[in-house]
């Protein structure tokens, strides 16, 4: 039977962005450009990077090769309870035009490959 892609496929190639190897932006492209453009931004900035970037931000380097996948699905449901709460969405905001400034090149090498 045939895998198909869905959401949560895609929120684990795009948390590839943010571990310690060379990022394999074809492989991150292969899954995105199964989904519209803006989904896959809404992805990155909104759910995968808030949960990752502290990854590649620490000042003492870690050694992490991929996110545990039912950690990472786990943080993004939790992101996603809490963005409809008045609060959490003007935080959720000004953190999602940060990481949209801080990793607008990892993006549009994305980006140019969809």
Do not use: G
């Not at 035009?97 to 549009?108: A, N, P, S, V």
Request: charged share 25%.
């Amino acid at each position: 039977m045939e895998h198909t892609l869905n959401e949560e496929d895609l929120y684990i190639a795009l948390s590839d962005l943010f571990v310690d190897n060379e990022v394999d932006y074809n492989h991150i492209a292969s899954v995105a450009k199964l989904f519209p453009t803006t989904c896959v931004e809404h992805a990155l900035f909104n759910y995968v990077a808030p949960y990752c970037y502290h990854n590649v931000l620490t000042p003492v380097p870690s050694v992490c090769y991929f996110f545990d996948e039912d950690e990472l699905l786990s943080a993004i449901n939790k992101i996603k309870k809490k963005e409809n709460r008045p609060i959490s969405k003007i935080k959720m905001c000004i953190l999602a035009f940060y990481l949209k400034f801080r990793f607008k090149d990892e993006w549009q090498k994305i980006k140019s490959l969809l």
